[in-house]
């Protein structure tokens, strides 16, 4: 039996079983790997219960993003909704695992339509609508939303 901790039950969105996201990820197998990030690997997962597809951080063991990190980040991107910023659905934490479980986005990252294999492959309409959708999303996140997130 899993005990809940005060902050889980103040911010936690949605806590998912461990196994449910082993099963999602395939084992966290590398052909499910989206990405890596600057703590922790994101790989692709579709939900066994509901077959949704979902991103899936997977903290590193040896990364600087600890449980106050981990903590901070649901409580923020948890209670957060704008249609141009990346949706946390919610969380895992077994032992040593931290795992936060996101929106999938079909299209991937921006950056392969910038830097990688895509790149050249936006028209300039495109790019426009970019830009003003992540100016809105930031816009959001530095004066709109209930805690402010960025400060300039």
């Known amino acids: 039996m899993e005990v809940l901790e ?23 197998k590398d052909r499910e790997l989206l ?42 991107m948890g209670r957060q909704q704008h249609p141009n910023l990346v949706r946390l659905l919610g969380y895992c934490r077994r032992k040593q695992e931290l795992l936060l479980v996101y929106d ?22 495109q790019r426009f609508k970019i830009i003003k959708d992540i100016a809105s999303g930031v816009f959001y996140l530095h004066q709109q939303w209930v805690q402010v997130i960025i400060k300039f």
Request: net charge positive.
């Open 6 to 28: 005060d902050w889980e039950v103040q911010y936690g969105p949605h806590r998912f079983g461990y196994k449910d996201l082993f099963i999602a990820t395939k084992g966290f």
């Open 35 to 76: 990405g890596r990030g600057g703590f922790g690997r994101v790989y692709r997962g579709v939900l066994p219960t509901s077959n949704i597809q979902v991103a899936v951080k997977r903290v590193a063991h040896d990364s600087r993003q600890g449980l106050r990190e981990f903590v901070a980040e649901i409580a923020t």
């Open 104 to 125: 999938y986005m079909p299209n991937g990252s921006l950056d392969r339509f910038l830097y990688g294999q895509l790149k050249g492959t936006l028209n300039w309409m």
